[in-house]
Antibody, heavy 120, light 107 residues
Framework: QVQLVQSGAEVKKPGASVKVSCKAS????????ISWVRQAPGQGLEWMGW????????NYAQKLQGRVTMTTDTSTSTAYMELRSLRSDDTAVYYC?????????????WGQGTLVTVSS | EIVLTQSPGTLSLSPGERATLSCRAS???????LAWYQQKPGQAPRLLIY???SRATGIPDRFSGSGSGTDFTLTISRLEPEDFAVYYC????????FGPGTKVDIK
């Protein structure tokens, strides 16, 4: 069965960086994309970006350009999302999700979420 | 950039009633690249509908999606207790984005 298992909660200071991992299993990793979505406390969903697990192509949300980097390690079927220059409004639950195709698509499987808290 | 608007913000209904949720896009959504998700407190979202009207695997047939262009609708024909949740639409054409959500709560 398809599973996406994310790394644990993080607490970071403003200005620091965070790197969240998402280990996939139960499917051919390189045949799909991975998107990252975040949700601030009590707020809605925000699409952060997408990476092709086939060739590493990326598409980032404009507001995060320059602060976010998404990568994959095909040898371990793991996707990573790094966010730099953290601010308090980056406090959120971060989700990885599988795109239903190799391109940007609907998100058919989701990780359990990783809470990132940014606080001095 | 396509902006999605969802209405109403909150829908208060009783079990057994019909729920009609609206999602409107600021520009036409190409090839009906429109999805609907359900989210319950403390849980990750769950895909309900993709391609505007196709049910995802394992989704009961009381959930249906319709629409094209800029106007889309999610209908729950008869609300079950487990359907009370927040529902988000998402366009996944250019620069994917989510709508702000509609909360369906118990009247």
């Amino acid at each position: 069965q398809v599973q996406l298992v994310q790394s644990g909660a993080e607490v970071k200071k403003p200005g620091a960086s965070v790197k969240v991992s998402c280990k996939a299993s139960g499917y051919t990793f390189t045949s799909y994309g991975i998107s990252w979505v975040r949700q601030a406390p009590g707020q809605g969903l925000e699409w952060m970006g997408w990476i092709s697990a086939y060739n590493g192509n990326t598409n980032y949300a404009q507001k995060l350009q320059g602060r976010v980097t998404m990568t994959t390690d095909t040898s371990t079927s793991t996707a990573y999302m790094e966010l730099r220059s953290l601010r308090s409004d980056d406090t959120a639950v971060y989700y990885c999700a599988r795109d239903s195709s190799i391109a940007v698509a609907d998100l058919d499987y989701w990780g359990q979420g990783t809470l990132v808290t940014v606080s001095s | 950039e396509i902006v999605l608007t969802q209405s109403p913000g909150t829908l208060s209904l009783s079990p057994g009633e019909r729920a009609t949720l609206s999602c409107r896009a600021s520009q036409s959504v190409s090839s009906s690249y429109l999805a609907w998700y359900q989210q319950k407190p403390g849980q990750a979202p769950r895909l309900l509908i993709y391609g505007a009207s196709s049910r995802a695997t394992g989704i009961p047939d009381r959930f249906s999606g319709s629409g094209s262009g800029t106007d889309f609708t999610l209908t729950i024909s008869r609300l079950e207790p487990e359907d009370f949740a927040v529902y988000y639409c998402q366009q996944y054409g250019s620069s994917p984005a989510f709508g702000p959500g509609t909360k369906v709560d118990i009247k």
